[in-house]
């Protein structure tokens, strides 16, 4: 009979030698006269146990990790392939604590189906959400998706089906579906895992938005530092064509659409949605004022739908369960559930999905179980580069949009970023500028000049005479303050926020008394 | 190996991807992806073929960080330098590659053999630092598994390859 082992193709375990181990695997199975299928499958997100090897048993998936190559002859010889005890085992998958605490909904299959396998996602509920859809009219597909609180996961955080509503009354021969998967923010990898992991259900969420809106063309955008992310949607496009998943004639209900993956060219920028949309057309990424929105004028001059590869591939699971059941998880005004990624430097490093209104602490603590060096926690970045450093005794703060915006910072697309208490925050402050001067895009002052006029500031605030450090504090505030008020976009506008947390909360990395840090917040 | 840049096979990749809309960038990914890089010979045709300016195609050609005007080395390493990164010892990664290679980020080594780049973000967040070389990611490098890393030859077949268009 043959046995089925499941070793991740996600290019985090491949970072860490998954690639050997699946051909070690294969090859001492061989060897011994066993029959088994590898399957190359997602990432669960737990990256500190990667590779992660998992095999299917009559009593459910078990699990072995971290395997190296080394391990492999020892694991066969106690039974791996019977999903016998192991120094490495982990039992059944499906009673791992750290999995079994989380709600997973957009990450439901990342890890439990063959992502180059339609039938694998089928047979796991895929598709389920696009039938419900097509037996719905498309303004009840829209009506769906707002009653179920989704809000887009890019970072920005607006309604999902008011966006769609905006193209859907749009008249026009020509609308597009656009996934914004250029996900450059550090500390995030959510979206290239699910593209990795389950590339079948981002495309469902998107003919689902097609159908919605009346598109026809869609575009994902994916970073080029993804490579793999790039040839798992292409595998899984060209599978959803063949059967009748995309094309003319979807599922014969008659709808049309089709999609196309395009590779950015490393612009942080473009993550940005106008700036993507002028990549997209072949431009250099240039911010575009707003308005017009992309929703009425976005992609060649088109009603275009831009949203997060998150929020789209949440779509099949809200259509699937219904909208009641998504809204019913979550808090306040942020409903569903939120794809956590912890990262940096933590024991327990991966994807935590659960309902909205955990704490910081107890996703750093319970889910993270602290620094990965052991030495105490100084500080975490919320939300990417532009988030806010928040201290080590500010983690009591629940994370939802806006417990987060309350505090001045914000949670972005999920990001957590954990540092120790061997991290010199005056860097970081003047990271966060370097970084926006590296990628502005150019097309505003505030952003191109300021972010350099940042640097230099930072720079002698840390070097220069002490006694000029309160005026140089000053213009450093009044910069945060010119740069927040007048940049076109979010990278400008929202690069003071790591520079401001840093004076509001670490003020002696800067050399700086709290008294002279003052009206920093 | 990448193919010798010449006029009569730029203009064949150039053809062959010329179509669909906003083809321009997906057009210099395939010229970097079969020559290593876009010789500046390529502006023009692409110009032409996609009915924009010269100004336009160089304009994006020196916007976009992965589309090199040059030919790279036989290898390409680049560093992440994201702050999931720097918590983990990113800071004196980046110092130590820099040394060890005897460049600064965007060079090449005088031998011709290594391209060392930065790169802000590979997504490997959890298993920081990360490291690519030639495309390939690897996880949880120091400067010891940096060094390892760098210590095997260029392998010919990869140079200078992208992710293609």
Same mark, same amino acid.
């Not at chain 1, 609180?149 to 026009?172: C, Y």
């Not at chain 1, 209900?253 to 949605?273: H, K, N, P, Q």
């Not at chain 1, 990271?431 to 930072?458: L, N, Q, Y």
């Not at chain 2, 976009?64 to 330098?81: E, H, I, M, N």
């Given at each position: ?28 199975? +061989? ?11 997602? +990432? ?5 146990? #990667?590779?992660?090897? #998992? ?44 999995? #079994?605490?989380? @709600? ?67 008249? +026009? ?5 656009? /996934? ?46 993804? %490579? ?65 929105? %992309? ?77 990965? +060096? ?66 502005? /895009?150019?097309?505003?002052?505030? /952003? ?31 910069? /945060? ?25 670490? %003020? @002696? ?13 | ?51 924009? =300016? ?14 090199? =005007? =040059? ?95």
């Amino acid at each position: 009979m043959t046995v089925t082992v499941f070793v991740p193709g996600d290019s985090g375990a491949r970072a860490v030698g998954a690639d050997d181990v699946a051909a070690a695997i294969a090859a001492q199975a +061989s060897a011994r006269g066993s029959d088994v299928a590898i399957v190359r499958n997602g +990432s669960r997100g737990m990256y500190w146990l #990667e590779p992660f090897v #998992e095999v299917e048993t009559a009593g459910g998936r078990v699990a072995y990790g971290p395997v190296a190559v080394s391990d492999v002859a020892g694991l066969l010889d106690a039974g791996l392939l019977d999903g016998e005890p192991h120094p490495l085992g982990h039992g059944l998958v499906s009673r791992i604590d750290w999995l #079994e605490r989380q @709600q997973r909904v957009t990450f439901a299959r990342v890890g439990v189906v063959d992502p180059a396998s339609p039938d694998s996602f089928e047979a796991h509920g895929g598709m389920v959400g696009l039938r419900a859809a097509l037996a719905m009219s498309p303004i009840d597909v829209v009506a769906a998706v707002t009653e179920s609180g989704l809000r887009g996961r890019g970072g920005a955080g607006f309604p999902t089906g008011i966006k769609w509503k905006t193209v859907a009354d749009a008249r +026009s021969s020509v609308k597009f579906i656009c /996934c914004n998967a250029d996900e450059g923010d550090s500390g995030t990898f959510a979206d290239r895992m699910l593209m990795e992991g389950d590339p079948f259900t981002l495309i469902e969420g998107m003919t689902i938005a097609a159908y919605a809106v009346g598109a026809t063309e869609g575009f994902v955008y994916v970073r080029s530092e993804y %490579p793999d992310a790039v040839v798992s949607m292409r595998r899984a496009i060209a599978a959803a064509r063949e059967r009748g998943w995309l094309g003319a004639d979807i599922l014969g209900s008659g709808l049309r659409f089709d999609l196309d993956v395009r590779v950015g060219a490393g612009a942080y920028i473009c993550g940005e949605e106008t700036a993507m949309l002028d990549s997209l057309e072949g431009k250099r990424g240039m911010v575009r004022p707003k308005p017009p929105l %992309p929703a009425l004028s976005g992609l060649f001059g088109r009603p275009t739908v831009i949203n997060n590869v998150l929020s789209l591939a949440t779509v099949p699971m809200v259509l699937a369960q219904g909208s009641q059941a998504y809204h019913a998880l979550g808090v306040g005004r942020s409903r569903g559930t939120q794809v956590f990624q912890l990262a940096g430097n933590i024991a327990r490093g991966g994807i935590v999905e659960t309902a909205f209104g955990l704490t910081l602490a107890e996703l750093i603590e319970d889910f993270g179980g602290g620094t990965r +060096s052991g030495r105490p926690l100084r500080a975490v970045q919320v939300g990417g580069p532009l988030g806010a450093y928040l201290p080590a005794d500010g983690l009591a703060l629940h994370l939802d949009y806006e417990e987060l915006a309350a505090d001045g910072a914000m949670l972005g697309h999920g990001g957590v970023v954990v540092f120790d208490d061997t991290v010199d925050m005056g860097q970081q402050a003047r990271f966060a500028m370097e970084f926006c001067a590296e990628e502005s /895009c150019g097309k505003c002052t505030p /952003c191109r000049v300021g972010a350099v006029r940042g640097v230099e500031v930072i720079d002698r605030i840390l070097l220069g005479p002490p006694e000029e450090r309160a005026e140089q504090v000053a213009l450093l505030e009044d910069l /945060c303050e010119l740069m927040t008020d007048g940049s076109l976009c979010a990278m400008g506008g929202l690069t003071p926020n790591p520079v401001r947390s840093v004076l509001r909360h670490f %003020p @002696q990395d800067l050399g700086l008394t709290p008294v002279q840090a003052g009206g920093a917040r | 190996m990448s193919t010798e840049w010449s006029v009569e096979a730029g203009a064949r990749v150039i053809a062959d991807h010329a179509g669909g809309r906003g083809p321009l960038l997906p057009v210099l990914h395939a010229l970097q992806h079969e020559f290593g890089y876009v010789d500046a010979a390529a502006l023009p045709l692409v110009a032409k073929a996609l009915n924009v =300016s010269r100004a336009d195609v160089h304009g994006v050609v020196t916007f976009y960080s992965d589309l090199r =005007s =040059s030919p790279p080395g036989a290898r390409t390493v680049a560093v992440c330098r994201g702050e999931a990164c720097q918590a983990v010892g990113g800071h004196a990664l980046a110092d130590h590659a820099q040394d060890r290679l005897g460049v600064r980020f965007g060079e090449t080594t005088a031998d011709g053999s290594t391209t060392l780049d930065q790169v802000f973000c590979l997504g490997l967040c959890a298993l920081s630092p990360a490291v690519t070389v030639d495309g390939r990611a690897h996880g949880r490098v120091d400067a010891a598994a940096f060094d390892q890393l760098v210590a095997v030859a260029p392998s010919e077949s990869s140079a200078g390859r992208g992710v293609g268009a």
